[in-house]
């Protein structure tokens, strides 16, 4: 095992000179993400990588723990979707084309962001796909009726195919797609409590104040657009529920709660979260933490340009801790269930081994049950894996 220290995966110089220069009003302070002293030894506190990584691809993007524990894994450089045991087995793999995006629901569906053929044949456009890894459900009720008496009769059909997660031959069908926009694509797929999904929508074109490309979408179990969100403000600002180039999207488990990343590209915040709310007269989200109430200016979690380019969230489904990796800095940054910055936050200096570089733009990341985290370290084409030298509640 290699062991990384509780520090920041950056130069001191590198990070105050991005902080310097990202225009926002209140910088945020950089050197508190720095252990610039002696090493102190191993602690509590500190990632142990768990070695081998685990290596096969080409461009892996997206990484996520299902709730049948496998691991599975986006890469739109094979432009498939691979299916592994948690010891690192390759079970499984299906073709889609460009995947970026991935998640799994309480019945099991995948729903995986990618590209699909324009109408003209030539082009693509993006699609979201919906994979029916253990039921293809074709349950249907027929209406007889008695041509003499006009009795009714109901005649229950259950055809469904059980797949047994063959993700290789299970069926699979688009649920979305938006051929007059050929530019957007589908990067970030959060499953809400009732199997609703919430879906972060990005593109170039952020003109129409009607349908910008950049939203979050929400879905109904059965795959219908419900509505975009309409608490998150599309465009360049300061507030902390601006959006521009969102790149992840991460629900809490049992909880309608999530985490939205972002470019922090003319934009203050490149996490945002957003917790559900119910009152007499509103039921929709909220930022948890607001720059705008004093009391909350402080919070770790909302100091402005805190990243650069926040690539993918993970939540820990046991503590409800965040993982936020950052494809810039090279850096994985863990918050607490109330946003306190945990110092064993680490990035690329601290992740060097005698088998790997440090992370190389890292574009996503998973946490599992047994407190395993899971990152994928896009450019090094490997997925990577950490857990706490000491982590109590876990085997």
Sequence with gaps: MTILRTCFGASVVLIVLLMMTSGCDKKFDASQLLNTGPATGIGDTNYSEIQPPWGGFENPVAVVVGNDNLIYVAD????????????????????????VSIAQNATLDLYIGGVTLAPNGIDTIGALYKLFLVRYDTTYVDTLTDSLTGTKTFVHHDSSTFFDHRIDVAPMRIVRKEAGYPQRRFVGIGILPDNQYLVARVGPDNSSFVDPDTRVLMFTKGDTL?????????????????????????????????????????????????????????GGWVAKYDPANAAQQSKDFIQPNRFVAAAGVAIDPRRSDVFIVDSYLDSVVKFDRNGNFKRESFGRYRTVSNILPGLNHPRSVASSTDCTLYVADTGNKVIRRFKLASQSGCP
């Design 76 to 99: 739109n450089g094979l432009n498939e979707v691979i299916m592994m045991d948690a010891g690192g087995t390759v079970l499984n793999r299906r073709k889609v084309p460009n995947p």
């Design 226 to 282: 419900i509505t975009p969100v309409p608490e998150l403000q599309t465009g360049c600002g300061t507030a902390i529920n601006d959006i521009n180039q969102v790149t992840g999207l991460a629900v809490f488990r049992g909880s309608k709660d999530y985490i939205l990343t972002q470019s922090n590209q003319c934009t203050a915040y490149g996490a945002i979260w957003m917790t559900y709310q119910i009152t007499g007269d509103f």
